[in-house]
Each structure stands twice: as C-alpha cells, then as structure tokens.
C-alpha cells in the first residue's frame, strides 16, 4: 500500500522547471517508488540490473533514440558516463522534466552531478516517512514503537518485521555500499565502529575516543565517517556560535538517519527493552531531530539545523537558522512537563534576545501550552 509522501509536491514542481531531477537519500527511503508513483508515463530502467546496465553501455545513444520523452533511471552512478549523453540530450531538446535520476551514493553522484549537469538538475533529498506521513494514512503509534520500528516505508507498507527488516538492511549496507566505498580487510573493527556510533547517538562525536575502543587509528574512523554519512546512515549536527567561523571547529554530534537502525544497532528488539534503555532519551532526541529534518528537505531546502553548548554546561538541543532569526528547540523524551526543561531556553533567550522567533520546548506529553513565550507541544505536532 502506497503512503502519500510530503515530498510529492516539491518534486512535481521541480519537473516543472528543470530537464532533470535527481532524488537522493538512503535505500530503501522509496525514491524509486516516488519517481514510478509521480510519473507513470515514464519508462523505468535500473542499473543495479546487470542485463539493463550492459545494454545501455553498450550502445547508449540506441537507449536514448527509444526513449525520446525521457526516463527514470534508478543507481545512475552505475554507469556515471550516462550524465554526459543526458546532459547533451537535454541541451538540444530543453523539456522540462525529462529525466529522473536516483541513487543512493550522495558523494559519489553529487560529484558526478556537478561535472555534468550543473545549472541542468534539481537535486532532492527523501528521507524515510515522517510521523505525519504515517498518521495521514491513517497509521497511529506510540512512542516506543516508532523509537523500536523506525520509519523505513517497507516496514509499513509491506508489514515487515521490523527486527528483521533491519537485520538485513545492515547485512546489505555492509556488503554491498561500504565494500564499494572502502577497502576492509577486518570487518569485525569496522562492526563494532558502526554499533558505537549507534551508542553515541546524539552525542559529541570524538574520533580519537571511538579510534581507541574500535583499535583502528583516527583517521580511519573520519574516513568511516564519512562512508556512513555518504550512504545516509549517519549525519552530524554542527554547534552553532555568532561566529561563523567557529562552527566549523568545534564537535558536531551525531546523529542517524533513522532512529530503527540505530535501535537495532543497540541490540533494541522489541518494546520491553526500549522501555527502560538508558539511550531512549537519545533516541528519541534522534527522532525529533529528524522530523524537523526531514521537513526540511521535504520542501527542497538545505539542513539549518545546529546546537548550543558552552562550557558552563548551557545548551540547546537545536537551533533552527531562519536568516538573522533563530527557532530553538529542546527536547525531552519525558510525558509530564517540568519548568527545569526551559532552562537552556531561558539562557540563549536572555543571551541574544534579539536573534530569538521561537522558542519550542518539544516532550511526549499530550498537554500544549505557552509559559512566558515558550511553546510547549507534543512532538507529533512539529509539523503543524
């Protein structure tokens, strides 16, 4: 059963002007069936398929003399040399809307992208289901099973067994995408470095400390960081300073592109562990990050998410840039609200009352409030 994506708007439009859109984001997120779903007319080729990726190489301009209206090519950096036949087609052409591109590599296709269809393509991140998303189809859940379930499509509209469902994700994230990107000679080090960062989930991300207790060196762990965060299973969060030019030397936190994975990853099987779990705060920090992320790319925008912290033990969970503006948001996984969760609010606010919009204290309680200009609300709402 098809679920109706936020995304479906923006990505219609974005055909609407440009000759290309390119959907990225992680596996199994439903980039191929949004692409099928948003525009039935067009004729699908997967270049996973070894039979389709060898007919098209081996005589492209054929391919594309059958496909004069275009088509939505799926893993297109299979055979990254498509871009420049594409970028030649749509040059003589100029329809809008004539390709449609996804992937999963968002380093290797970015760069590939860049090369060749700069000023040509449209790129669109799609993440997996929002909560929104799940309860406009009319599906309700509580806390702990969306922090257990996570929020990949298939898990929901095929009635996968979540456990399951991300037992093999990882099993095949491992063998095929990493492989791809790295050489791993001892997988087990690099096993144990992914089940940490799951262990580190919303915390300071410091690659000398994880480096030690994996037993590789510091620069192998930035460089398993970075094949985690081009293949969308982890991303980090920058801290966010009046200065500029600070952000960039501080420590990012870390967070996972789905809040499932990193439960399972913390060997998190079913309700009754996450229950009491010493990470169901961080988790469920992780989720409500995501829900402001994924609103964002849902709409075509980049990520304006930061953090706040000082060494005097004051922060914000995230600082959401709105030009000069800031939203803050802190977060609590707690269902009865308490006047100490606005303590970090109450500082940055005095701090710089001048940059404040908003200030959004987000909890699992039912009850919605304001006290002294802060909205409290349930963060199933975020995307009202």
């Known amino acids: 059963m098809w679920i109706k994506r936020d995304i479906e708007a923006e990505l219609l439009e974005l055909a609407l002007q440009y000759p290309v859109v390119m959907i990225t984001g992680p596996r199994q997120a439903g980039k191929t069936s949004l692409a099928q779903r948003c525009f039935p007319e067009k004729p699908y080729f997967s270049l996973e398929n070894p039979d389709i990726r060898e007919q098209i190489t081996a005589d492209p301009r054929a391919f594309f003399s059958a496909n004069p209206e275009g088509a939505i090519i799926d893993e297109f950096q299979r055979y990254p040399d498509i871009l420049s036949y594409i970028q030649g087609i749509v040059d003589e052409r100029r329809m809008k809307g004539q390709f449609i591109l996804t992937g999963s590599n968002n380093v290797i296709m970015l760069s590939q992208v860049a090369q060749s269809l700069a000023g040509r393509v449209a790129i669109l991140k799609l993440l997996p289901l929002t909560i929104g998303e799940l309860s406009d189809s009319g599906r309700e859940f509580n806390t702990d099973d969306y922090l257990v379930n996570g929020f990949y499509p298939g898990i929901y509209s095929e009635g996968l067994n979540s456990l399951k469902a991300y037992r093999n994700y990882y099993e095949t994230y491992v063998d095929r995408d990493i492989r791809q990107l790295l050489q791993i000679k001892e997988l087990v080090y690099f096993q144990r470095f992914i089940k940490l960062c799951a262990g580190r989930t919303g915390q300071l991300f410091n690659a000398s400390s994880l480096a030690n207790e994996v037993g590789v060196s510091s620069m192998t762990i930035q460089s398993w960081l970075s094949a985690l965060q081009a293949t969308f299973i982890v991303f980090l969060v920058q801290p966010w300073s009046a200065n500029i030019s600070k952000r960039m030397v501080k420590t990012p936190k870390l967070y996972f592109y789905d809040v499932g994975l990193a439960s399972y990853l913390l060997g998190i099987e079913n309700i009754s562990h996450i229950e009491t779990h010493p990470l169901r705060g961080a988790l469920f920090e992780n989720m409500v990050i995501l829900e402001l992320l994924k609103k964002r790319y849902n709409a075509g925008l980049d990520n304006n998410l930061y953090f706040y912290r000082d060494n005097h033990g004051n922060e914000v969970d995230v600082l959401q840039e709105s030009g000069y503006q800031l939203n ?30 908003t200030s959004n204290l987000i909890y699992a309680g039912e009850q919605e409030m304001t006290i002294n200009g802060h909205r409290i609300m349930n963060y199933r709402n975020l995307s009202v």
């Open 328 to 357: 803050l948001f802190e977060i609590k996984s707690g269902q009865t609200f308490t006047s100490h969760f606005l303590k970090g609010l109450e500082y940055l606010r005095k701090l710089i009352p001048e940059r404040i919009s």
